[in-house]
């Protein structure tokens, strides 16, 4: 009863911070300085008057401005995102629904690699605590996340481009395949996996290694940090000294009660880790020629595609508010003690 | 003034800094921090103080007219430490050119954040009721926007620049601010000098910035000095993406952006710019996990 009101809370909470977003975008994109209709299309807006007349009346743009909130809230919730000037003209929920399954591709396999390094080194170091691993473990961390994607995404390009040259460092596939058609769940890799393509979702995961990997490593001290610090605090608490007593190895006692009790508190920087990967995905597709929403919403940047920036802005943060919310239910459920009051 | 209330910790603000200053200096690596720290903010004051006067502190100048220019594409040299870019530039000069913005800008954004956080967060704690649930509401949709997109979105429609970047990030970022001082407001609100200043018929508003505030300060630095490390790395990431300082004045993350298509045949361009964001950030890294270290924080 009370989780269920905690989570009606908790969803109203985000729903209504995803209404805030669109919002602060709506009342953003009426302050860009000049014609709206010229802001929105390019410059060259004049050149095409069809298409602005289109936009006048699809935004109704002569209207006064709460029939426009009101029109943008309603196509907003309604998936129309607007269209795209860089991308020729094409509705902006498209081309969204093409690359955001490229950059959940890369985000899921980094987040993997986040939880394996992250955990892995965490245990090392909690294990190992105050002794020479501990401390070349931390350098590490503090290294990878004292550091912005793109200088990593930088250093893996040059290595693997100039010396290790085993890994590809571009693209979503080799240009000599053919993406898979139709398709079917969006995802290109698990398209080809269930058509039998076998050689694509290989070649195309491969391409996946080197940027998820980037991620990765600028993440992973996020898990390593908490993973050890409250391994370091559940290894002093009486149940442990109890599971010392009764005899345990010291093994036995690490694992078996040790480890599970530290989990809940990774459940928490779990959402900190996806906003990490996200906001990341930015740089290190742009980096990497990956053809994900990362990669559209930099180029849409820097070509002034403003409903684009709305829309892949607006798309992020709604993952990361979701993400925020499955969290914090996910911690309630784990820890009732401490939200539910 | 505050030592004649009963109860009321001495020394006010001034003790408050210098047992932050211990914390600091206690271990190994939050020393190595600070020392990386301090190198950093001295360069920055140096060369602000260079651009205020028009001096060109700057072993070469960082956006030299193009007769002025020395050898495209060196590789580091004693001459040029960093090398030169494709238009001849030095690269070093360029990096210390766009210390004071990329660096300042931590201790800009960061410091508006305590101010903003700690008179909602200290009101909020000292007040309680109504006003405490309203204005810890409010903090909570704040915190969870994105600071990263919310900023890249006023800069693509404000325009860049570090005046609209600041901007951005400090509307964003004082939310923890608000939570940590309410926390720690909370915990003096029913102190025996808070109430000898109420009854003496002293406003909130005065018993905030007098009493309060000055008693939660400690925290709040130490947060606050951990916290400037990662606006330098979000503003990097800004800069990056082209909403930073208007070419050619440079910025750390533009220049790795800019060379970034030189990476196959002259790599240290875009790789030293990284490499400097990197230390500046590192310093506080350090300096955080020495100090929390210390402090039994894990």
Same mark, same amino acid.
């Given at each position: 009863?009370?989780?269920?009101?905690?989570?009606?809370?908790?969803?109203?909470?985000?729903?209504?911070? =995803?209404?805030?977003?669109?919002?602060?975008?709506?009342?953003? #994109?009426?302050?860009?300085? @000049?014609?709206?209709?010229?802001?929105?299309?390019?410059?060259?807006?004049?050149?095409?008057?069809?298409?602005?007349?289109?936009?006048?009346?699809?935004?109704?743009?002569?209207?006064?401005?709460?029939?426009?909130?009101?029109?943008?809230?309603? @196509?907003?919730?309604?998936?129309?995102?607007?269209?795209?000037?860089?991308?020729?003209?094409?509705?902006?929920?498209?081309?969204?629904?093409?690359?955001?399954?490229?950059?959940?591709?890369?985000?899921?396999?980094?987040?993997?690699?986040?939880?394996?390094?992250?955990?892995?080194?965490?245990? =090392?170091?909690?294990?190992?605590?105050?002794?020479?691993?501990?401390?070349?473990?931390?350098?590490?961390?503090?290294?990878?996340?004292?550091?912005?994607?793109?200088?990593?995404?930088?250093?893996?390009?040059?290595? #693997?481009?100039?010396?290790?040259?085993?890994?590809?460092?571009?693209?979503?596939?080799?240009?000599?395949?053919?993406?898979?058609?139709?398709?079917?769940?969006?995802?290109?890799?698990?398209?080809?996996?269930?058509? @039998?393509?076998?050689?694509?979702?290989?070649?195309?995961?491969?391409?996946?290694?080197?940027?998820?990997?980037?991620?990765?490593?600028?993440?992973?001290?996020?898990?390593?940090?908490?993973?050890?610090?409250?391994?370091?605090?559940?290894?002093?608490?009486?149940?442990?000294?109890?599971?010392?007593?009764?005899?345990?190895?010291?093994?036995?006692?690490?694992?078996?009660?040790?480890?599970?009790?530290?989990?809940?508190? !990774?459940?928490?920087?779990?959402?900190?880790?996806?906003?990490?990967?996200?906001?990341?995905?930015?740089?290190?597709?742009? !980096?990497?020629?990956?053809?994900?929403?990362?990669?559209?919403?930099?180029?849409?940047?820097?070509?002034?595609?403003?409903?684009?920036?709305?829309?892949?802005?607006?798309?992020?943060?709604?993952?990361?508010?979701?993400?925020?919310?499955?969290?914090?239910?996910?911690?309630?459920?784990?820890?009732?003690?401490?939200?539910l009051g | 003034m505050d030592s004649k209330n009963q109860g009321e910790p001495t020394g006010g603000i001034e003790s408050r800094v210098r047992g932050a200053w211990n914390l600091m200096t206690r271990s190994k690596e939050a020393i190595i921090g600070l020392a990386i720290i301090l190198t950093f903010l001295l360069t920055a004051i140096v060369m602000e103080i260079g651009a205020l006067l028009n001096i060109q502190l700057t072993p070469y100048p960082a956006n030299p007219l193009p007769n002025q220019t020395s050898a495209i594409l060196l590789p580091p040299s004693l001459v040029h430490p960093f090398g030169t870019d494709n238009l001849g530039r030095d690269v070093f000069s360029r990096i210390l050119a766009a210390t004071p913005y990329d660096f300042m800008i931590g201790f800009i954004v960061v410091g508006t954040a305590v101010v903003i956080g700690g008179l909602l967060g200290g009101m909020a704690g000292l007040r309680g009721g109504l006003l405490d649930e309203f204005l810890m509401r409010f903090?909570?949709?704040?915190?969870?926007?994105?600071?990263?997109?919310?900023?890249?979105?006023?800069?693509?429609?404000?325009?860049?620049?570090?005046?609209?970047? #600041?901007?951005?990030?400090?509307?964003?970022?004082?939310?923890?601010?608000?939570?940590?001082?309410?926390?720690?407001?909370?915990?003096?609100?029913?102190?025996?000098?808070?109430?000898?200043?109420?009854?003496?018929?002293?406003?909130?508003?005065?018993?905030?910035?007098?009493?309060?505030?000055?008693?939660?300060?400690?925290?709040?630095?130490?947060?606050?000095?951990?916290?400037?490390?990662?606006?330098?790395?979000?503003?990097?990431?800004?800069?990056?993406?082209?909403?930073?300082?208007?070419?050619?004045?440079?910025?750390?993350?533009?220049?790795?952006?800019?060379?970034?298509?030189?990476? !196959?045949?002259?790599?240290?361009?875009?790789?030293?710019?990284?490499?400097?964001?990197?230390?500046?950030?590192?310093?506080?890294?350090?300096?955080?996990?020495?100090?929390?270290?210390?402090?039994?924080?894990?």
């Amino acid at each position: 009863m009370n989780l269920l009101r905690f989570l009606l809370r908790r969803l109203a909470f985000a729903v209504f911070v =995803l209404f805030c977003v669109l919002t602060l975008t709506f009342v953003l #994109s009426h302050l860009i300085p @000049g014609n709206v209709i010229q802001a929105w299309l390019g410059k060259e807006a004049g050149l095409y008057p069809a298409v602005a007349k289109l936009y006048i009346a699809k935004y109704h743009l002569n209207d006064p401005i709460y029939v426009q909130y009101v029109y943008y809230l309603s @196509g907003m919730l309604q998936g129309n995102l607007g269209i795209s000037p860089s991308r020729g003209f094409v509705p902006v929920s498209s081309v969204i629904a093409q690359t955001l399954p490229l950059t959940l591709q890369i985000v899921f396999l980094a987040f993997v690699m986040c939880v394996v390094l992250g955990l892995g080194l965490g245990i =090392l170091a909690a294990r190992y605590h105050n002794t020479w691993v501990d401390t070349l473990i931390r350098i590490f961390y503090l290294g990878g996340y004292s550091s912005p994607p793109y200088f990593i995404g930088i250093v893996i390009l040059v290595v #693997s481009s100039l010396y290790l040259r085993i890994l590809p460092t571009g693209g979503e596939y080799s240009p000599l395949l053919v993406s898979p058609s139709p398709s079917i769940t969006g995802f290109p890799i698990f398209d080809a996996l269930i058509q @039998g393509n076998f050689s694509f979702a290989e070649n195309a995961s491969v391409h996946l290694i080197l940027p998820a990997l980037t991620l990765a490593l600028v993440t992973f001290g996020v898990i390593t940090r908490v993973a050890r610090s409250s391994l370091l605090d559940v290894m002093q608490a009486d149940y442990i000294r109890t599971a010392r007593a009764k005899g345990l190895d010291e093994g036995s006692v690490f694992y078996r009660h040790g480890l599970p009790n530290a989990a809940i508190s !990774l459940i928490t920087i779990s959402s900190l880790v996806m906003t990490f990967l996200l906001t990341g995905s930015v740089f290190v597709e742009y !980096l990497f020629s990956y053809p994900g929403m990362g990669h559209y919403a930099f180029t849409a940047l820097q070509g002034s595609d403003y409903p684009a920036i709305m829309a892949t802005v607006f798309v992020f943060a709604a993952i990361i508010i979701t993400t925020n919310l499955v969290a914090d239910v996910l911690y309630a459920w784990a820890d009732p003690e401490i939200r539910l009051g | 003034m505050d030592s004649k209330n009963q109860g009321e910790p001495t020394g006010g603000i001034e003790s408050r800094v210098r047992g932050a200053w211990n914390l600091m200096t206690r271990s190994k690596e939050a020393i190595i921090g600070l020392a990386i720290i301090l190198t950093f903010l001295l360069t920055a004051i140096v060369m602000e103080i260079g651009a205020l006067l028009n001096i060109q502190l700057t072993p070469y100048p960082a956006n030299p007219l193009p007769n002025q220019t020395s050898a495209i594409l060196l590789p580091p040299s004693l001459v040029h430490p960093f090398g030169t870019d494709n238009l001849g530039r030095d690269v070093f000069s360029r990096i210390l050119a766009a210390t004071p913005y990329d660096f300042m800008i931590g201790f800009i954004v960061v410091g508006t954040a305590v101010v903003i956080g700690g008179l909602l967060g200290g009101m909020a704690g000292l007040r309680g009721g109504l006003l405490d649930e309203f204005l810890m509401r409010f903090t909570d949709i704040f915190f969870a926007l994105p600071v990263l997109l919310i900023a890249i979105v006023i800069g693509a429609i404000l325009g860049g620049g570090i005046t609209n970047m #600041s901007i951005a990030l400090m509307v964003t970022w004082w939310p923890p601010y608000a939570r940590l001082a309410r926390g720690e407001s909370l915990k003096v609100a029913h102190q025996n000098y808070i109430e000898a200043a109420r009854l003496s018929g002293q406003k909130s508003h005065r018993i905030l910035v007098r009493h309060v505030l000055p008693n939660i300060s400690g925290t709040m630095l130490v947060y606050a000095t951990l916290d400037i490390g990662t606006v330098i790395l979000v503003y990097s990431g800004l800069t990056f993406l082209g909403l930073g300082n208007r070419p050619p004045a440079p910025d750390w993350g533009q220049m790795v952006a800019a060379y970034n298509g030189y990476l !196959l045949t002259d790599p240290w361009l875009a790789l030293i710019p990284g490499l400097v964001i990197s230390m500046g950030v590192i310093g506080f890294s350090l300096l955080g996990d020495g100090v929390k270290d210390t402090l039994g924080i894990r």
